[in-house]
């Protein structure tokens, strides 16, 4: 009777210690989706600005140079970029910047023109919004094609035993029926010694 309880005894161990997967998480800060790839418009609203904290202000023109706030230019993967406000939508403008003169920046390439309306503040929650836009076009486009294989698996997973739904390790399972066979031998062959 004691093989049989000792048997028990460890197999109900093996399962608690090992008999389960640890569970993974990922607790993230917000930068997790910086993606390879073009940057993209951001449509406009109130709720977003409030959200993110955007203001905006007209480009200027000073001795024939165009010039935004140096608070305006994100660095996007070492390349200026900056946001137009045009009805709607805030746009990336790539630019080439020249010398700064306090807090303003001057625009050399003429992608920014006077008046243009120019995200001055919250570009960089704009430009982080406008990567996670990004990521999820991206997720939509490719989830009519995993269709198909998606509905395979979830009909393969209603299939999976129910010790792998619960997220048991079938090696320890395995070990623990070993475990309580062998005990339950033990004790067959000691009963059959007194009889």
């Not at 305006?72 to 900056?82: H, Q, R, W, Y």
């Not at 406008?130 to 989830?143: G, L, P």
């Given at each position: 009777m004691r093989a049989l309880l000792l048997a028990g005894g460890l197999s109900l161990g093996s399962l608690a210690l090992g008999g389960f997967s640890p569970a993974m998480a990922h607790v993230g800060h917000g930068d997790?989706?910086?993606?390879?790839?073009?940057?993209?418009q951001v449509k406009a609203s109130a709720e977003i600005d409030s959200m993110l904290g955007i203001t905006t202000a007209p480009a200027t023109e000073t001795g024939g140079v165009v010039s935004i706030p140096v608070a305006?230019?994100?660095?996007?993967?070492?390349?200026?970029?900056?946001f137009v406000k045009s009805g709607t939508t805030?746009?990336?403008?790539?630019?080439?910047?020249?010398?700064?003169?306090?807090?303003?920046?001057?625009?050399?390439?003429?992608?920014?023109?006077?008046?243009?309306?120019?995200?001055?503040?919250?570009?960089?929650?704009?430009?982080?919004?406008?990567?996670?836009?990004?990521?999820?076009?991206?997720?939509?486009?490719?989830?009519?094609?995993?269709?198909?294989?998606?509905?395979?698996?979830?009909?393969?997973?209603?299939?999976?035993?129910?010790?792998?739904?619960?997220?048991?390790?079938?090696?320890v399972i395995g070990a623990g029926a070993v475990v309580v066979?062998?005990?339950?031998?033990?004790v067959v062959s000691r009963l059959g010694k007194k009889n």
């Open positions: 997790e989706f910086q993606q390879q790839g073009n940057v993209r305006a230019v994100v660095d996007a993967d070492g390349k200026p970029l900056a805030y746009d990336p403008v790539f630019l080439k910047t020249g010398a700064s003169q306090g807090d303003q920046i001057a625009i050399t390439d003429g992608s920014i023109s006077p008046g243009d309306d120019v995200v001055t503040q919250g570009a960089l929650s704009l430009y982080a919004e406008s990567k996670k836009s990004q990521s999820a076009v991206a997720a939509s486009e490719a989830a009519p094609a995993a269709s198909a294989p998606t509905a395979a698996a979830d009909a393969a997973a209603s299939q999976a035993t129910p010790a792998a739904a619960a997220g048991l390790n079938p090696l066979a062998a005990g339950a031998g033990v």
